[in-house]
């Protein structure tokens, strides 16, 4: 009697990942935003993300040599992180021609590909040297940074004479520069790209306020669950009693309002392009009162009986961005500036 042959197991497909470095704060929490890859984990992208994105232009194209600063029509204030950025990028490169900017990286080690831009990157001798703007309204540190080590093991991949790295980032607000940096470790991307496939064959996952900033929060089911605790009948009451609790509900608070602002939106174009939500209607509003923009001064002030026209204007002292473009001197600006703190929450 033959023996039957026992049925093979099919073999499991290794998912193919594609990794942002600029998305690590999301991945590294949470492998799910991983899943079902095909193409790199894209940030959601807010108003404030799109503007950091148009002055990273600007910051590129005077670096090439495409703009200068006297070409540069912008915000005063918004002028004066350009320079700061620029200024500090030439300092770094001490003279260097050989540099990119707003490089692509791509290497893939087995079944990850890690691709991403870089704001800069050169190397010096045996150092690669990869820098970072920052143009948001938080100060961000250089060490422990995974997208600036990422972007430097990279190019390390294609150009093995680099032994080390450094990194930069300009918080350009801030007219601060952090900095971190090591030796070049020829496991690194090997080891990141198990520990990513690993964690998402095990679908593991940390729901919290860097939900907010994944692509895939829409279709999340457990950032949704979680969700839904705090949304029960009495699931808040007396929550200041227990600090955990609060902690935990304070992290799923930008998620939550991230939702269901991108439920307004969508509901918004569905109105506007013809569709019809049932009990919904569209209610226009005046804004807050303004002059229309084709009418100049003079024929505002006509129209309204103001003779003199100095009057419709209100007389404000200079910025401290606005001294320096009118000539003051930047040391001494900076030596009595001052920068209100603003408030809010840092998780750690």
Request: net charge positive; hydrophobic share 40%.
């Amino acid at each position: 009697m033959k023996e039957q042959k026992k049925a093979e197991k099919p073999e499991s497909k290794v998912m193919p990942l594609s990794v942002s470095p600029s998305a690590w704060m999301v991945w590294e929490k949470c492998a799910l935003s991983l899943q079902a890859v095909k193409s790199p984990l894209i940030l959601e992208r807010d108003e404030y993300a799109k503007e950091g994105t148009r002055l990273h232009g600007i910051i590129a194209d005077v670096l090439r040599g495409r703009l200068s600063f006297n070409d540069v029509q912008d915000d005063p204030d918004n002028v004066a992180l350009i320079r700061f950025a620029v200024e500090t990028v030439k300092a770094e490169l001490s003279g260097n021609t050989n540099f990119a900017v707003e490089s692509g990286l791509s290497v893939k080690v087995k079944n990850v590909t890690f691709s991403g831009t870089a704001d800069c990157i050169f190397t010096n001798g045996d150092t690669v040297i990869v820098i970072d703007h920052k143009m948001g309204w938080r100060e961000v540190e250089a060490e422990g940074n995974s997208q600036l080590k990422l972007y430097a093991h990279m190019e390390a991949a294609s150009n093995k004479k680099i032994k080390r790295w450094k990194g930069i980032i300009i918080n350009a607000r801030f007219n601060s520069v952090s900095y971190t940096g090591g030796n070049i470790e020829p496991d690194y991307l090997a080891n990141t790209a198990k520990d990513l496939t690993a964690r998402t064959a095990k679908k593991q996952y940390q729901t919290g306020n860097h939900c907010a900033y994944c692509q895939r929060l829409s279709i999340c089911k457990k950032i949704r669950a979680e969700i839904v605790k705090w949304t029960r009948p009495g699931a808040i009451d007396s929550i200041t009693r227990e600090p955990e609790k609060l902690a935990e509900a304070l992290r799923l608070a930008k998620p939550a309002e991230k939702l269901f602002d991108t439920i307004k939106k969508e509901a918004q174009l569905f109105i506007d392009l013809g569709g019809v939500i049932p009990g919904v209607a569209l209610e226009y509003t005046a804004g807050t009162r303004a002059w229309p923009r084709d009418l100049s001064v003079e024929e505002i002030a006509g129209r309204i009986g103001i003779a003199d026209v100095t009057k419709m204007f209100d007389t404000k002292i200079l910025s401290p961005a606005q001294a320096e473009k009118a000539g003051a001197d930047k040391t001494a600006v900076n030596s009595i500036d001052i920068r209100p703190t603003r408030k809010g929450f840092k998780f750690i």
